[in-house]
């Protein structure tokens, strides 16, 4: 795996050994991206949460393109562990959690999160709930493809099918 675009791009990145996480594959973070800066313009200064976060990718990949700081949760150690190296790695400005993500307490408003949960754990929306999402923040969901995502709080603003994942683009009202 590697960074997309910014100022690591090319960088390679680890993602934790085993089955417990499912990384974004790179062709649908680009696709994500692209959706995120066509809305966003630019991800200079943004406050960014990476949720379910596996390797880090999305967070870190928002960190590459300018984003001020990211808080990484994830509960799973060797998950952890890969954050922590790839946060080390590339001098990237972030928090990490290891905490299960549907009760997070991150500190601080943000403008950008990138949530990840299993597939069909139905997780989205509790760890929705409790982000410190600033109003007109976007959320970024990745479930399987015929997963719904009901989020009070949220107007959904874009979903893109890409292979066996969903992305669904939330506005915080």
């Given at each position: 795996?590697?960074?997309?675009s910014?100022?690591?791009?090319?960088?390679?990145?680890?993602?934790?050994?085993?089955?417990?996480t499912?990384?974004?594959?790179d062709?649908?973070r680009e696709?994500?991206?692209?959706?995120l800066?066509?809305?966003?313009?630019s991800f200079?200064?943004?406050?960014?949460?990476?949720?379910?976060?596996?390797?880090g990718?999305?967070?870190?990949?928002?960190?590459?393109?300018?984003a001020?700081?990211?808080?990484f949760?994830?509960?799973?150690?060797?998950?952890?562990?890969a954050?922590?190296?790839?946060?080390?790695?590339?001098?990237?400005e972030?928090d990490?959690?290891?905490?299960?993500?549907?009760?997070?307490?991150?500190?601080?408003?943000l403008?950008?999160?990138?949530?990840?949960?299993?597939?069909r754990?139905?997780?989205?929306?509790?760890?929705?709930?409790?982000?410190?999402?600033?109003?007109g923040?976007?959320?970024s969901?990745?479930?399987?493809?015929?997963?719904?995502?009901?989020?009070?709080?949220?107007?959904?603003?874009?979903?893109r099918?890409?292979?066996?994942?969903?992305?669904?683009?939330?506005?915080k009202?």
């Amino acid at each position: 795996m590697r960074i997309i675009s910014g100022r690591w791009r090319g960088r390679p990145i680890v993602a934790p050994a085993g089955q417990a996480t499912r990384p974004t594959s790179d062709r649908t973070r680009e696709a994500l991206f692209s959706m995120l800066a066509s809305r966003l313009g630019s991800f200079e200064g943004l406050r960014v949460a990476d949720l379910f976060a596996g390797s880090g990718a999305l967070g870190l990949e928002a960190l590459s393109r300018g984003a001020a700081h990211c808080t990484f949760v994830e509960k799973e150690r060797a998950a952890v562990e890969a954050i922590r190296r790839n946060v080390a790695a590339l001098g990237a400005e972030a928090d990490i959690l290891a905490t299960p993500a549907e009760h997070a307490r991150i500190a601080g408003e943000l403008h950008l999160a990138f949530l990840d949960p299993p597939y069909r754990s139905g997780l989205a929306p509790a760890a929705l709930a409790r982000l410190p999402l600033a109003p007109g923040g976007l959320a970024s969901v990745e479930t399987a493809r015929d997963e719904t995502i009901g989020a009070e709080g949220f107007e959904e603003e874009a979903t893109r099918i890409h292979g066996k994942a969903k992305i669904t683009l939330l506005r915080k009202l």
